[in-house]
């Protein structure tokens, strides 16, 4: 993720954005604060009732008005059953709110996601953006569901003992003139030192979740090389780094609570001596002292509280900070305003003059040709001179950096993404099945296909016959790591998947090189019916998918070097007949 | 849970410590209004400006040891919750390291990716949160307690009456909560699962127009896991209100109780007031409690998932010595073998066969036909359901894992790369020069692209090598496995991606430079194992043919097939240099 790093965000930009999601449930938020505030009032008429309670027990031996000690206290019965059933109400209401936030969070989350382009996913850890969409928003939950009402509560309490306090004695107040500034620079102040750690903190552990990721995925190398210490040592390092930024964070994050109450006590102190002194020359009565102390506790009290769950909040925010840096990140860059779908086509495709390449070193340099509806396209060349690159551009994974390409005619930029590559079929080496069942994954991509039609996929790639050996046949849940499958069935199934999608144009990207060759052999009728009709570009190694083709381009450090049909290449003596005539020696 | 204690036994001098400043810092804290209560009553009256300010300082005193004795605490208790959780999570990821495959495949690696992080974290959470406030909740508690006992025993009592039937709420909806709590952490795999799959097939995905599909596939997910956190959560929920509403029934019974006594002359009205000051301490102490019985039901939900994998036995134990003069250097007995263990139908039937010391054994055949599950059965991720694996002459099930996977240098389909430079890959942590390092990476073809990167051998590779080209991936792994000279090298499919003549290339610098070598190529392509000095035909987990080229020629039809749809094939890219 480092490089998609940005400079860190304001609190007030993510504030503003969480404000979005709290907003956006303000109905809920609404009857939340009712509910807190009628919940509290009727806890607070709680003792007051019992006051009334014990004044009419007050009389003492035998005079006891027991009428209204039953009255008061029934009344408080009921008082506190319904605060009971307010707050248990109060508490379902914010589960339901801060879990409603934490859905639509997550959803902004992966919707976002998958609208990225592909190259975010080739450089960022998969670990890390299950990070993100698990730790760091609950993160932000925690924090939403318990210190949200906290603060809500603190801020009646605060303002209502000011007041309070205020109306005793403003001299008095002065202390706080003294210790209130006091506690806000420290809390200022701690912050922004806590805040990097609760940064770093999230970050390392991004990184561990990262880092554990690509480990389990690679268990059985490790194994192999017996390497499990070496990878154990590695893992210790990222767990000491992860563990310690907590503790970091904790180090410091642990002492704002602590602090707070201790400027808070030396306020007290000052309170209570400085109120002592001015009882002392008459200028208030005990009772005013001891009522000023009361009401600055109350006061101090929730602040307090709320330094406390200040470190809570801090972890919350660099939480917040990076779930929100992800549903920032570019997405890919939207259809041209006036971009159309595109339907039936015809399938000629031309590249004119196309320079492309993903950072700063150019791949493609100057690519021009031209290719007629329903022909089919080997392209050939060594690994890395940019075949799949040619890939990704067709099917806009990645836009050309000048020149363009075009289909039927038209700049593929003027159309919209979905269209255009629905009008691709794409077999690719590395084979992806998801864990559906065996038929959910055929009919991937094309909705509302039947069983029947799955079925005539799968045994048109000569798979039939294995799905329906398994007990459960068409059925059978792809497991996780798949024992169950292995790699070569598995492209059959993405195979089938092709078949059945039935669209107007094909790119294969060595799309048997996991298939054995006989079965190769029993599908190629097959996938000769596939590529009937259709544009075809194929990457293969294989000379018999090659050596029909209507044009083979032989590419070389992004350029075509060659360009032709077989016979024409061969006659041409150059290096795709080189290569051709060096297998048989 | 008890697996946690375990951890936390070797540092209970140090909690007992942490706990006792915390403790001193608390009484600080609540000594600091007893004196304020002092002075208003008895030195205010005194008039005495000194005596005053003296029990002023006093305050500041005691407030400084409070900040002093909370803070010292705190970090205490961080530094004891980040011990413990390093030496879990590190015992943990070692642990999953040697599971056997067969418990891997149990755990699935999306819920061990989670047990690694999501429950580790909680973990962490849940030993700070306790130390921290496990100190105060019961010395308030024990103190109210104590005070109220002093002041009316009798109405004490009446009190109390309502603490056996909030325990046991407070224990019932704890004990459901671990429950919970569990089932929630199971979602979120399911969560973490469906994350993984879209990040890995994001090309097909998009190809396919799927991305709303997917989106919506989440968002069940997203629900389920939102349903499981609410239903958890919910159930918490109880707890705290009914804890408030018996004891406030409590309160009220202590009032009509304290009414007749005070009615019968045995009580007074101030000691009822005092009664309620000490209870709403009381009342606040034991919502702490309450908040510690959540954070421990869901610290244990977790702790009881790490612990599963932490308890899981260790599955491969080293037989006694069993060796046997077989003239080979790899021998399959009768060998067969099923992924659902014995019984199952098999994917491999009675495999025989024998290899000597150098020699290359080519394996080919149909996909699924057991070709990459004998090399598993080889290096013993899995043991065989019946007949003997042996390795110059030792069963592999009587070497030591160590032994026996040291001899082996091997490419997988597909195979792992780290996110790091690509010595760092070759290398893979072993002890190997750099030297060797040079020399892999020339037999393995290698050299001449890693020579043009920028920072050659340094070069970063991101995570699964997405940043260089499937034949340079592969070439680094094929340095890899031959890095450390292995006596028996397995190709398992991992020249697929490198054009003919590469591929001979490095045939012939292996033939030349590794001929003690022992080599296992698993291939598609006929001319990747021709020069075999034997070769295996695989067809539904059996051999239907062995022998050398020539031999299947005449004698396997299925190796004639596969020999003769190849002819003329395998040609492409040859002769090209890389990029």
Known sequence: ?585 | MKRIFIYLKPKLKRIFAGLTIKTIGTLMDLVIPWILAYMIDTVVPQKSVRLIILWGFIMVICSICALLGNVIANRMASAIARDTTLKIRHDLFSKITHLSCRQTDEFTLPSLISRLSTDTYNIHQMIGMIQRMGVRAPILLVGGIIVTMTLEPVLTLVMLCTIPPLAFIVWSVAKKGVKLYTALQRQIDRMVRIVRENVAGIRVIKALSKTDYEKDRFGKVNSDVVAAEKSAKYNMAISNPAMNLFLNAGLTFVILVGAFRVNAGISQTGKIIAFMTYFTIILNALLSVNRIFMIVSQGSASANRISRVLDSPDEFTTGAPDHKNTGGFIDFEDVSFSYSGPGAVPQLKNISFSLKKGQTLGIIGPTGCGKSTLIQLLLRFYDADAGTVRIDGDDVRSLSLDRLRSKFGIVFQNDFILSDTIEENIVFGRHIGEREVLESIKNAQAFEFVDELDKGLNHMLTARGTNVSGGQRQRILISRALAADPEILILDDSSSALDYKTDAQLRNAVNENYFETTTIIVAQRVSSISHADLILVMDGGKIVGAGTHEELLNTCDEYKLIADSQMGEDMMEGGADDE
């Open chain 1, 1 to 585: 993720m480092s490089k998609h790093q940005k400079k860190p965000v304001n609190k007030k930009y993510i504030l503003s954005r969480l404000w979005k999601y709290i907003y956006h449930f303000k109905w809920l938020v609404a009857a939340a604060v009712f509910l807190t505030i009628s919940s509290n009032v009727l806890a607070l008429l709680g003792p007051a009732l019992s006051g009334r309670a014990i004044n009419a027990i007050e009389p003492g031996k035998g005079m006891v008005d027991f009428k209204s000690v039953f009255f008061y206290c029934a009344l408080m019965l009921v008082f506190y059953i319904v605060s009971s059933v307010l707050s248990f109400i109060l508490s379902r209401l914010m589960i339901k709110l801060s879990q409603n936030i934490v859905y639509k969070m997550r959803k902004d989350l992966f919707d976002k996601l998958l609208d990225l382009p592909v190259g975010f996913f080739d450089s960022t850890h998969t670990g890390d953006i299950i990070s993100r969409i698990s730790y760091d928003i609950d993160t932000v939950n925690a924090s939403l569901s318990n210190d949200l009402l906290q603060i809500c509560t603190s801020v009646i309490t605060v303002g209502g003992s000011f007041l309070g306090m205020l109306f005793i004695s403003p001299k008095l107040l002065l202390v706080f003139a003294v210790t209130i500034p006091v506690t806000i620079v420290f809390t200022k102040l701690r912050t922004a030192k806590v805040r990097p750690l609760f940064r770093i903190r999230s970050r390392k552990l991004g990184e561990l979740n990262g880092f554990s990721e690509e480990m389990v995925s690679g268990l059985k190398t490790i194994k192999a090389y017996r390497r499990e210490n070496a990878m154990i040592e590695r893992f210790d390092r990222v767990n000491t780094d992860a563990a310690q930024a907590y503790y970091n964070a904790d180090y410091y994050g642990s002492t704002v609570g602590p602090s707070v109450n201790f400027i808070n006590n030396l306020s007290l102190v000052l309170v209570s001596a400085g109120g002592a002194i001015f009882y002392l020359f008459s200028m208030m009565t005990l009772g005013d002292v001891s009522a000023f102390v009361l009401y600055s506790r109350k006061f101090s009290g929730p602040i307090n509280e709320a330094a406390n769950i200040l470190s809570e909040l801090q972890s919350a925010f660099a939480a917040a900070e990076r779930v929100f840096s992800l549903i920032d990140e570019l997405p890919e860059k939207a259809d041209a305003p006036n971009a159309e779908d595109i339907a039936d086509i015809k399938g000629s495709i031309r590249f004119d003059h196309v320079k492309f390449g993903y950072g700063e070193k150019e791949i493609i340099h100057d690519l021009s040709f031209e290719v007629k509806p329903g022909s089919t396209v080997a392209i050939v060349g060594p690994t890395g001179a940019g075949k799949t690159t040619m890939i990704n551009l067709l099917m806009r994974f990645y836009d050309v950096n000048s020149g363009a390409i075009y289909l039927d005619g038209r700049d593929i930029r003027t159309l919209t993404r979905k269209s255009l590559r629905r009008t691709f079929t794409m077999v690719l080496q590395d084979t992806w099945l998801f864990g559906g069942t065996i038929a959910e994954n055929i009919a991937y991509g094309s909705d509302g296909a039947d069983r029947d039609a799955v079925i005539s996929a799968a045994k048109a790639v000569n798979i039939h016959e294995y799905i329906s050996s398994l007990p459960d046949g068409y059925d059978t849940v792809i497991s996780d790591e798949g024992v169950n499958i292995s790699k070569g069935q598995k492209q059959l199934i993405t195979i089938a998947r092709a078949m059945l999608l039935n669209s107007p144009m094909l790119i294969l990207d060595e799309a048997t090189s996991n298939v054995d060759t006989r079965t190769e052999l029993q599908i190629q009728e097959s996938m000769n019916k596939l590529m009937e009709g259709r544009t075809s570009f194929v990457i293969a190694h294989r000379l018999s998918t090659i050596q029909n083709a209507d044009m083979i381009l032989v590419i070389r450090g992004g350029d075509i070097a060659e360009c032709g049909t077989h016979e024409e290449l061969l006659k041409k003596d150059g290096i795709y007949s080189g290569m051709y005539r060096s297998q048989f020696k």
